[in-house]
């Protein structure tokens, strides 16, 4: 979503300012910030070292903080880094042309959550272009689970109107995208309004957006158990646009750490979710992320979330070391009673799994034809790269132009990426 939103932000000023190559040259630099683990939001702290160098030898140079960190830490972003001229919250994007002036003469701080203002904001026509794109359709969180900052730092959970998303990717697709990522912190939560104020779910979403002709892919992230509702999983066994891919985060396999993460659902209700949607969409590709050491996991625990990965076989996945954050309620319990080794220990022993499963899941598409999503050059003379519909990269040579979908035989397989050649 921080790359939804920079983009958005760029667009914004693109009558006024242009993107430059590096800090030194810029008159504005902005840094869009993650606050949902404790490493990311550090790491803008370290970046800071760089940019004050920059600002001594040019003193008109405005340094804006924006993003989760902004939000979260607001004003005492500025006392304890002085150089910083500005922070904005993520409700606050559309004041950004706004800011940017303001900046020239004084500090300005925009906190405030006035989602629906930025969503009329965000009508506007983009302007940044490419085969693939995101597209925000419902940010914020009512889902308070006890270990995250989503909801205090995205604000509530806030929906935007059918036809305004329409509206935005039939844009982009007039102007050659083929594929759409829907986003949203809890994006299959999604109920936004039609144009006759007729509530629509992300199934009637996703429908509607199938009309659009040459867009050929849809995709959607993230998604919480709870709200994966039977509409939308039969909708992955008939959708001729629907990728065959879900990540669907369960944190953990223990229903005694689920409960205290206030997760809402059980092991096995998670289960039966991956079984309902394997029987409309027997090929799905799974992804999921976890998190390792959360205050009171035991070994057991532990093991229950090595037992649900090797009954579910993810095609994909991240996990994490359990990180407390400032307001949270685990955070408020103050219980952090599982040493930083065994975290590792536990976090080194589910990649392990995870991998094992992702490789397997890769290797078994060697010999298979796939359709590409071609998104780029690659690193190589004459390479490309692409994705398949289940959002694995691809790797393929060819010496003339590529067209925006190429059919590709897999010859190699690796953990992260399969090698292909055009059919
Ligand atoms: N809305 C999604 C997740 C959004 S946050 C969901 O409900 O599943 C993205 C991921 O960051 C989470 O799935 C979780 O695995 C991880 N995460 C969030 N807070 C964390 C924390 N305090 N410590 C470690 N990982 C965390
Ligand atoms: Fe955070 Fe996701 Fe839980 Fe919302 S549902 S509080 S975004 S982990």
Known sequence: MNSYDSDRLLESVRSTHEQVKSPETADV???????IREKAAEKIYSELGKIKKIKKNN???????????AQAEGKAMISRQPI???????QMYHKFNKVIEEVKSKKVLELDFDSQDKFKY????????????????QEGCDKFCSFCVVPFTRGAEASRKSYHIFDEVNHLVENGCKEVILLGQNVNAYHGFDKYNNEVNLAKLITSLEKIKDLKRISYT?????????ELIELHGYSKKLNPYLHL???????????????KYTKTSYLQIIDRLRNKCSNIALSSDFIVGYPNETRRDFKDTLDLVKEVNFAQAYSFKYSSRVGTKSAKNKINNISNEEKNDRLQELQELLNTQQRKFNTDFVSKKVEVLVKGKGKKINQYRGTTKWMQVVNFQLSKEAKSIENVKIIKASNNSLLGEVL
């Open 29 to 35: 630099i902005v840094f869009n910030t993650c606050h």
């Open 59 to 69: 003193i008109d140079t405005k340094l804006i903080i924006t993003g989760c960190v």
């Open 84 to 90: 910083i001229d500005a922070v904005i919250g993520p």
């Open 122 to 137: 965000l009508k506007k026509k983009r302007l940044n272009f490419s085969r693939s794109a995101f597209v925000t359709i």
């Open 222 to 230: 993230t998604s919480h158990p709870v709200d994966m509702h039977e």
């Open 249 to 263: 985060p369960v944190q953990s396999g223990s229903d005694k750490i689920l409960k205290l993460m206030n997760r």
